[in-house]
């Protein structure tokens, strides 16, 4: 009988960004260990996205950020300041439109009512918000073409700011989202 690998998951007992550096030595020793070099960030301000490029030099670090107009309409979340430097340290910065928000949340606020993609939302942070936002993210850089769909990555999220949770995962298109396989928890919060 195979017993298989036993790879511990770390569990923060507060969710946080105080949790960020702690994440990144982590997931930094889990890359290693599995050979990924590609690191997904989800990051709103680009405090955590600055942070990543810096602690991940040598990798391909692609920091997500919310969509213009995410919280207020035409107005970037992301510090002009914190662009400049993610981009200067050799991280790719995507802002698109969120997997399981756009115009399903636009549905739910003018009518009142969810629809598919929010509810898959909701069930994935049954988990933890970085669990929901891991697979999120992990969609929209393969929509973009800045993930390949055919090697795993690691993504990076979080509860509100900076970093608690990170996954191993096979990232998928949106189209194909019910075929992306998180393979590996390495850290979340324990709510």
Do not use: W
Not at 34 to 39: D, E, Q, S, W
């Amino acid at each position: 009988m195979e017993t298989g690998n036993v790879k511990s998951i770390t569990y923060f007992e507060q969710a946080g960004k105080h949790n960020t550096e702690e994440t990144f030595k982590i997931v930094k020793i889990r890359a290693d260990e599995l050979k990924i070099n590609t690191i997904l960030v989800a990051s709103t301000y680009g405090e955590t996205g600055v942070k990543a490029v810096k602690f991940f030099k040598g990798y391909k670090v692609v920091v997500v950020s919310h969509v213009c107009g995410s919280r207020e309409p035409n107005v970037q979340e992301m510090k002009t300041e914190n662009i400049e430097e993610i981009r200067a340290n050799g991280g790719i910065l995507l802002t698109t439109g969120h997997a399981f928000a756009g115009i399903d949340r636009a549905i739910r606020n003018k009518l009142n009512t969810y629809e598919v993609s929010e509810i898959v939302a909701y069930t994935l942070r049954i988990f933890c918000q970085g669990i929901k936002v891991s697979a999120e993210i992990a969609m929209m850089a393969a929509d973009a073409g800045l993930v390949r769909t055919d090697e795993e990555i690691i993504a990076i999220a979080g509860t509100s700011e900076g970093a608690d949770t990170a996954v191993v995962l096979k990232p998928e298109n949106s189209h194909r989202f019910f075929d992306m396989v998180i393979k590996e928890i390495i850290c979340k919060p324990r709510l």
